[in-house]
């Protein structure tokens, strides 16, 4: 049953892959039209040769005799040559389109689905699945799938120029060309299963590896260096073993083509050598089998296999697509909820006035539910607090009004239901703060103008002042274009959240989430963050996550979240 089903999984995502080439139609059959006419100059070519060996061997003709034929032949070759060439580049942009094609699904489902549905997976498995899966799609569509059409065409138009001259030559070929796609198939059934499995390896090996390399520092605080380097070394073990495995169908697949290749060209030649020789006395059709009629036969039965040679070289990178797709179509096939980047979709023209929900129950990406039911309402000015111990849903509750989880029940924006907004338009709306915000690998300009790349350096200097970051930038050498490497790895924690606020005050907002700001912080630190939101935010609307009060921010609400239920315990 597990075998069917695999097979049923191989035939669907073998009918993905065409699908997406088929917004590139014209590429691929100019590719197949190249390959056409490639294959006529051969057969040009071969008759040109032919001819010439007749007329030196049978006819006993000069040079100049074969002159013409000489040059038309190396004419020929030159015109194939440039052709191949033209193909080549052809199929080298039908992969290249199809790949950024299919890189922007992925990149817009992550976007879609939100920071929820990116901490589902480890860095290195999305990067392996952007980069290297992607990549192993390219020879699918550059070689596999022009392949495809070509071997049935290029064979069949050798056989019909063939069968004019001799009718065995062809029906030997015609008999032993079957026994290639045979086998090229009996050997490549376990190829995808087997590519699907190293794929699998790489992944693990990619987020196992850069995970451990993140926590190096803890790594070697509890003495766990050594273990963590073994584990290391059995997932790159694995990775290689499965790799090997992968090259042994690979060569064995070429093994085997060249095998039924060689067989059916020497069955081609021993036919014309016995001719030759008076022991066959059939083929031709006027009693004798001619010079030219053999040289021409054996100069095409190798071009004749060629494209089925070449389809057959070409079969692991269909295995190789087929397992890539495995991870790529079921990435792309996940549950996430519409985000609302659609035209149809209602814009808040409006001032936030009201924010209700009606048994809200918020889901998780794979549609679980993890806080609710919710009954509440928020009626402008606010400032809200929302307390209660971890795994209680207060995150999940700003994640929700951020649109990055989807949810059942109601809930309205000014009266208009949520999931009717325009997603985009609505976080114009809005401002977030979370515990440890993400700064780009870039200078502090460039992550205080990520909310606003057209604001003015006055007003640049001005949410500087207000964030308290002056004084520190003051001191740097390169002042606001100091680069603050990756993670932010050349700040402290404080000063990257004061990057941070500085970013957030940048962009103008009715509603301010604030995600446990200070939690991260020492007490000092805490306390001179907290001052620097309520001396910058007592206009705006608020709704804080946190475990304990601030001395500095005055709530008008305060709500504690028990047993994923609201309860309001008092008001300041």
Same mark, same amino acid.
């Given at each position: ?59 006993? =003709?000069?040079? &100049? @005799?074969? *002159?013409?034929?000489? $040059?038309?032949?190396?004419?020929? !070759?030159?015109? +194939?040559? %440039? ?40 860095? =290195?498995?999305? &990067? @392996?699945? *952007?980069?290297?899966? $992607?990549?192993?799609?390219?020879? !699918?569509?550059? +070689?596999? %799938? ?9 064979p069949i138009l050798i056989l019909i120029v063939i069968v004019p001259f001799n009718w065995a030559a062809a029906l030997i070929l015609f008999c032993t060309a079957p026994l290639i796609p045979i086998f090229m198939v009996l050997v490549g059934m376990g190829a995808a299963d087997v590519n699907r499995k190293n794929f699998k390896a790489l992944a693990y090996l ?367």
């Amino acid at each position: 049953m597990s075998a069917s089903l695999d097979k049923q999984r191989q035939k669907q995502l073998l009918t993905w892959l065409k699908q997406q080439a088929k917004q590139h139609k014209k590429l691929l059959m100019l590719s197949v039209l190249t390959g056409f006419i490639s294959a006529i100059g051969i057969v040009a070519q071969a008759a040109l040769f032919a001819l010439i060996l007749q007329e030196l061997i049978i006819e006993g =003709g000069h040079f &100049s @005799t074969i *002159l013409p034929y000489f $040059i038309a032949l190396m004419g020929v !070759f030159v015109f +194939r040559t %440039l052709l191949t060439y033209a193909r080549e580049q052809i199929n080298f942009l039908m992969g290249q389109s199809l790949r950024r094609s299919v890189r922007e699904q992925l990149i817009n489902k992550i976007e879609q689905g939100g920071p929820i549905s990116i901490s589902q997976h480890t860095s =290195g498995g999305l &990067s @392996t699945l *952007l980069i290297e899966q $992607i990549e192993d799609l390219q020879d !699918f569509y550059a +070689r596999y %799938l022009p392949q495809m059409r070509l071997a049935t065409i290029i064979p069949i138009l050798i056989l019909i120029v063939i069968v004019p001259f001799n009718w065995a030559a062809a029906l030997i070929l015609f008999c032993t060309a079957p026994l290639i796609p045979i086998f090229m198939v009996l050997v490549g059934m376990g190829a995808a299963d087997v590519n699907r499995k190293n794929f699998k390896a790489l992944a693990y090996l990619s987020g196992h590896f850069l995970d451990r390399l993140k926590g190096l520092h803890t790594i070697r605080l509890f003495n766990q260096g050594k273990n963590q380097a073994n584990a290391i070394h059995q997932a790159a073990e694995s990775f290689r073993i499965r790799t090997m495995n992968v090259l042994k169908v690979a060569f064995l697949s070429s093994a085997v083509l060249e095998f039924f290749t060689s067989v059916s060209i020497a069955v081609v030649a021993v036919y014309f050598g016995f001719s030759y020789l008076g022991e066959l006395n059939f083929g031709a059709y006027n009693g004798v089998v001619t010079l030219f009629a053999g040289f021409f036969a054996l100069i095409l039965a190798p071009e004749f296999f060629q494209p089925l040679r070449d389809l057959g070289t070409y079969y692991h990178a269909k295995a190789q697509a087929i397992a890539a797709a495995d991870n790529i179509e079921g990435f792309l096939a996940s549950n996430t909820h519409d985000t609302g980047h659609h035209t149809d979709k209602t814009h808040l023209i409006n001032e936030i006035q009201t924010i209700e929900a009606q048994d809200l129950i918020i889901l998780s990406p794979d549609n679980k539910p993890i806080v609710g039911p919710l009954n509440f309402t928020l009626k402008t000015p606010f400032k809200l607090a929302l307390m209660g111990v971890s795994g209680e849903g207060k995150s999940s509750l700003l994640n929700v009004l951020l649109g990055f989880l989807p949810y059942q029940g109601s809930l309205k924006i000014n009266q208009i239901e949520f999931h009717t907004l325009d997603i985009d338009n609505w976080r114009s709306q809005l401002s977030w703060l979370g515990q440890n915000p993400y700064l780009l690998n870039g200078s502090i300009r460039d992550n205080i103008l990520l909310a606003d790349r057209d604001a003015s350096e006055q007003r640049l200097n001005q949410v500087v002042k207000q964030a308290q970051l002056d004084s520190f930038i003051t001191q740097l050498p390169d002042g606001l274009e100091t680069q603050i490497g990756e993670d932010a790895v050349r700040l402290s924690i404080g000063q990257a959240q004061r990057i941070a606020i500085a970013r957030a005050l940048l962009k103008p907002c009715q509603l301010l989430l604030l995600d446990e700001p200070t939690a991260s912080l020492d007490k000092q630190t805490a306390q001179d963050i907290d001052a620097i939101l309520a001396s910058n935010y007592q206009s705006h609307n608020i709704i804080m996550v946190t475990h304990q009060m601030t001395e500095s921010m005055s709530f008008d609400q305060i709500w504690q979240l028990r047993n994923h239920q609201i309860h309001i315990d008092q008001k300041a």
